[in-house]
T-cell receptor, first 119, second 115 residues
Framework: GAVVSQHPSRVICKSGTSVKIECRSL??????MFWYRQFPKQSLMLMAT?????????EQGVEKDKFLINHASLTLSTLTVTSAHPEDSSFYIC???????????????FGPGTRLTVL | AQSVTQLDSHVSVSEGTPVLLRCNYS??????LFWYVQHPNKGLQLLLK??????LVKGINGFEAEFKKSETSFHLTKPSAHMSDAAEYFC?????????????FGKGTKLSVKP
């Protein structure tokens, strides 16, 4: 099956620093990737949708200047949390949609997630 | 707008007994519905997907779900629970009416399986 990786799996940083999280589709090309945030014991909340070669679309309430998304290629999207604060601590999950799988109805494949802790 | 409601935050069953995880949806369109499973420290895995074909959808690991339009439900079932089924399960509807086909997640149901 399709595999999506995330790196790092876990990161601890000091308040005020920036953290970059990578999302890669390993065996397929993804024109669209999604970034989610999951708080403890809660559901996944979509943060933004990134399309290769264009600007990301952010959900209401998500600060685009704080959560920078770059979809550099058909297999890589990055999320940078700038000037991180303790309230940014969360589980960040990406997903990727196979470009061959039928447009917006194509299946999304999820990465294993990145646990961010800001001290 | 699309939404899903998972009626139970936690379900506990004994190994070998049936599993029922309940989900109701709301959608302005003909919905596409999914069930995903999340094991600790692992990525979300697609169990099954409904996209307006057969109303009874069979998934992996013996799970199946039935789409009932009259009840706006998409409950997940398995005849016999296994210890390895213990995980968090998410019912999901797709916002295909939007341009991106975003997924909208329910709050999740934690399934515990007792020996």
């Amino acid at each position: 099956g399709a595999v999506v990786s995330q790196h790092p799996s876990r990161v601890i940083c000091k308040s005020g620093t920036s953290v970059k999280i990578e999302c890669r589709s390993l065996d397929f090309q993804a024109t669209t990737m999604f970034w989610y945030r999951q708080f403890p014991k809660q559901s996944l909340m979509l943060m933004a949708t990134s399309n290769e070669g264009s600007k990301a679309t952010y959900e209401q309430g998500v600060e685009k200047d704080k959560f920078l998304i770059n979809h550099a290629s058909l297999t890589l999207s990055t999320l940078t949390v700038t000037s991180a604060h303790p309230e940014d601590s969360s589980f960040y999950i990406c997903s990727a949609r196979d470009r061959r799988s039928g447009g917006v109805s194509g299946t999304q494949y999820f990465g294993p997630g990145t646990r961010l802790t800001v001290l | 707008a699309q939404s899903v409601t998972q009626l139970d935050s936690h379900v506990s069953v004994s190994e070998g007994t049936p599993v029922l995880l309940r989900c109701n949806y709301s959608s302005s369109y003909s919905p596409s519905l999914f069930w995903y499973v999340q094991h600790p420290n692992k990525g979300l895995q697609l169990l099954l997907k409904y996209t307006s074909a057969a109303t009874l959808v069979k998934g992996i690991n013996g799970f199946e779900a039935e789409f009932k339009k009259s009840e706006t439900s998409f409950h997940l079932t398995k005849p016999s629970a296994h210890m390895s089924d213990a995980a968090e399960y998410f019912c999901v509807v797709s916002d295909y009416g939007g341009s991106q086909g975003n997924l909208i997640f329910g709050k999740g149901t934690k399934l515990s399986v007792k020996p």
